[in-house]
């Protein structure tokens, strides 16, 4: 059984940042990508960022280019959302997923990730 839970959610003001973690137990997430999605309220759950199992290649959704990065710790099963200049617009629930071992290519196509989170809720203030 595969488990992906995340932390480090909260309220922030806008401007301020957050970091997100994605803690994998269960299995090891060998050789496999990861990802972070959100889903605002009455909004479908999008794509935010991803990276390679290598951490080697990375890709943002546009709306989050130059605030966020995504980063990983193969040996902690653990991979990270740094969030800087938060806006309002950010305000989500944030989702981790993973591809199945031995997928290790980064994507941005929701249905290719197996295994998914409960969410941590990011709320940004005005």
């Known amino acids: 059984q595969v488990q992906l839970v995340e932390s480090g959610g909260g309220l922030v003001q806008a401007g301020g940042s957050l970091r997100l973690s994605c803690a994998a137990s269960?299995?090891?997430?060998?050789?496999?990508?990861m990802a972070w999605f959100r889903q605002a309220p009455a909004k479908g759950r999008e794509f935010v960022a991803v990276i390679s199992w290598s951490g080697v290649t990375t890709y943002y959704a546009d709306s989050v280019k130059g605030r966020f990065t995504i980063s990983r710790d193969n040996a902690k099963n653990t991979v990270y959302l740094q969030m800087d200049s938060l806006t309002p617009e950010d305000t989500a629930v944030y989702y981790c997923?993973?591809?199945?071992?031995?997928?290790?290519?980064?994507?941005?196509?929701?249905?290719?990730?197996?295994?998914w989170g409960q969410g941590t809720q990011v709320t940004v203030s005005s």
């Open positions: 269960g299995r090891t997430f060998s050789n496999a990508a």
């Open positions: 997923a993973g591809r199945r071992s031995g997928s290790p290519a980064a994507t941005t196509t929701r249905q290719l990730y197996e295994y």
